[in-house]
């Protein structure tokens, strides 16, 4: 099955940054969109932003101006740029399809924004 492998989390203060990175077990290049979700404490999971596998994106209003994606086809990641972090960023963040996702997904990346 395929394998999506977070990583890059952690915890961070107010108004700093922290880059994520998802590595997946198949070709990016087979994957037209792909995306960044993430599950606040006691929320649901809610989608962040995506891109395209040309490298068109969208951003939930939440992050947008805050967070970059992009993505590495050659080398099967995509990434999340996040900056200006808020305490209400905290959540667990995950990567994955945006058309029909995956059933298995990975064990997500925490990102904790506290002072």
């Known amino acids: 099955q395929v394998q999506l492998v977070e990583s890059g989390g952690g915890l961070v203060q107010p108004g700093g940054s922290l880059r994520l990175s998802c590595a997946a077990s198949v070709s990016m290049f087979s994957i037209n969109i792909m995306a960044w979700y993430r599950q606040p404490p006691g929320k649901q999971r809610e989608l962040v932003a995506l891109i395209t596998r040309g490298g068109g994106t969208s951003y939930a209003d939440s992050v947008k101006g805050r967070f970059t994606i992009s993505r590495d086809n050659a080398k099967n990641t995509v990434f999340l740029q996040m900056n200006s972090l808020k305490p209400e960023d905290t959540a667990v963040y995950y990567c994955?399809?945006?058309?029909?996702?995956?059933?298995?997904w990975g064990q997500g990346t925490q990102v904790t924004v506290s002072s």
């Open positions: 994955n399809k945006y058309n029909n996702p995956y059933d298995h």
